[in-house]
């Protein structure tokens, strides 16, 4: 009972100390944009984590990389491509990633996200390509245009982001903070009974990467190591038909709350063209959680990691040594975090612990329902 209590108080503190960081920065002027660099396998809830960065005065997404994963990098392109254009947020440079996973054959999840990804939500046609250069030479370009400032954010497999820190192994020093969703830590899969989707679909990838921050360890304060939030912490954010009927409500346009009784692939209502795309996606992902046995709701696992690479005090962290088990038979792509020290290894990530959904989700209606008032 008493770890309980203390497991509430330490939630309510959470809470009272977001409200009153949330209260001053809206007071005062706003703190600067913050350069956000956000690789993706857009899915629908990459889309809803976009749609939040887009949604954030204090964010200026200064490119998206595209990474295969919740469908192939072609289709993740159209998507970034697509949502940018419905946003009317064209001047954002969409780059392709690679085609395959460093060492792993490509897997697609269409069966979690739709046969286009954003599940029955339908995008606007758009004229745009992506950038000439792939999206490894995106987040090098991006870290060196903003040296020392750029938030880097991964949502999907860390392929990209891998290749990128082989072609500029400094990249650790020249990112200001990293949030990777990804991994499960003490907690179990969700694409294997011990893996999270991103990092099973590369799990070399992911070694590389965690081991590439511990080798920078030495030169970078502790704040610096990757903000890594797994599903131990980011099943706790689950987005309900009562509160996806707040957000229309808070951009005006109050739908009906849907109900796992609807008939399969109803059409949203909304006339607002945003909430009317994000009602239609989610609609297929409470469908796909309830067909799993979760209940008709719908884990928000990247707009979490959007809304912490804004601002880290949202989570809870605990420094720590992670690596990836690449040969396990039953075990391959599973997160190992050392908290007890055996490796004697460096800290090379800030695991994601704990998290108040209310001061989350608060958060994400307030902004995205303001910013849906635009469309
Ligand atoms: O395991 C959840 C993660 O895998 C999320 O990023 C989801 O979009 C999928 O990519
Ligand atoms: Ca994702």
Redesign the pocket.
Known sequence: MAGLVSRRVRRRRLRVAAGIVAAVTTAHDPTPALPVFAD??T????AMALVYLLASTDADVVGIASTG??VDVDQVCRNNLGLLQLCGATDIPVSRGADQPLSAAMRT?ED??GPAGLGYAELPRHDREPTSYDSAEAWVRAAHAHPGELIGLV???LTNLALALRAEPTLPSLLRRLVI??GSFDYRG??TPVA???IS?DPESAAEVFAAWGAAWGEQDPDHLPIVLG?NV?ENVAMTPAILARLAAAAGTPTPEMSVTDTRGTRSPATNPLIGTLEDAMRFYFEFHHDQGEGYLA?L??PL?AAAALDPGLVRTRATTVDVELVGALTRGMTVADWSGHWGRRPNALIGTETDPTVFFDRFIDRVGRYARRF
């Open positions: 993706v396998d899915g629908v809830d990459d994963g919740n999840a979690t996200h949502t999907g497999p969703m990804g969700n694409t999270e989707w991103n679909v599903l980011t884990h696992h990247d990691a």
